[in-house]
């Protein structure tokens, strides 16, 4: 595709329940960033892949939050046990290396009720 | 620690005018900085970069200073016009990191400009 893609755009769930939120990188970047923007903030740095391997998972919050990228193309970041405080936009981000430029997605604004 | 931050956290201008968005920043080890821009349920969207072995770079219509003495850079916006409303960060690499796609953020600044 053009840009980075992510679905949904938006998903609301339960307190408690089980999510993924996907992103399709821009095809042929090998490095692919996940971050996570509340309301009135900068985006925050959670997690990031070069090629299938998560690089760096320094910025997830605790151990609910895990993501995946099996083939190196496809990402997907999975919440468990979902609180409020999850309520935010989740952004995705890929780049052709690591010393590139990175593009955002549009994010997936998740919200816990 | 290293954090990115910026003075202002609001700004209005007239369409035509010049608008000037600033941000402080504590690493001084920091090489590299970047400007987004955010509009309204978007992603942040690459404007300019600069490195700290410059004072200034250039784009259109946008120019990037660079102050190391006081640590302090400054995003300029040439004839602002409506489509330039959104939230603009300043953002830096993690200290130590190599890569471009590992950011820290700062809070943002919103623009709003007024027909």
């Known amino acids: 595709g053009a840009g980075v893609s992510q679905t949904p755009s938006n998903k609301v769930t339960e307190k408690g329940k089980y999510v993924e939120l996907r992103c399709d990188p821009i095809?042929?970047?090998?490095?692919l960033y996940w971050y996570r923007q509340s309301l009135g903030q900068g985006p925050e740095f959670l997690i990031y892949f070069q090629g299938t391997g998560a690089a760096d998972d320094s910025g997830l919050p605790n151990d609910r939050f895990f993501a995946v990228r099996p083939e190196g193309s496809v990402s997907t970041l999975k919440i468990q046990r979902t609180e409020r405080g999850d309520s935010a936009v989740y952004l995705c981000?890929?780049?052709?290396?690591?010393?590139?430029?990175?593009?955002f997605g549009q994010g997936t604004r998740l919200t816990v009720v | 620690g290293e954090s990115v931050g910026l003075h202002l956290p609001t700004l209005s201008v007239q369409e035509g005018d010049n608008s000037i968005i600033n941000c402080a920043y504590s690493n001084s080890a920091s090489d590299y900085f970047i400007w987004y821009k955010q509009e309204s349920g978007k992603g942040p969207q690459f404007i300019i970069d600069i490195r700290s072995n410059m004072d200034k770079r250039q784009g259109q219509r946008v120019t990037v200073l660079l102050n190391k003495t006081v640590k302090h850079l400054s995003l300029q916006i040439a004839a602002t016009q409506p489509g330039d409303s959104a939230v603009y960060f300043c953002?830096?690499?993690?200290?130590?990191?190599?890569?471009?796609?590992?950011?820290?953020f700062g809070q943002g600044t919103i623009l709003t400009v007024h027909p």
């Open positions: 953002a830096e690499p993690h200290a130590g990191g190599t890569s471009y796609g590992k950011l820290t």
């Open positions: 095809s042929g970047h090998t490095a």
């Open positions: 981000a890929s780049s052709r290396g690591l010393g590139t430029e990175a593009f």
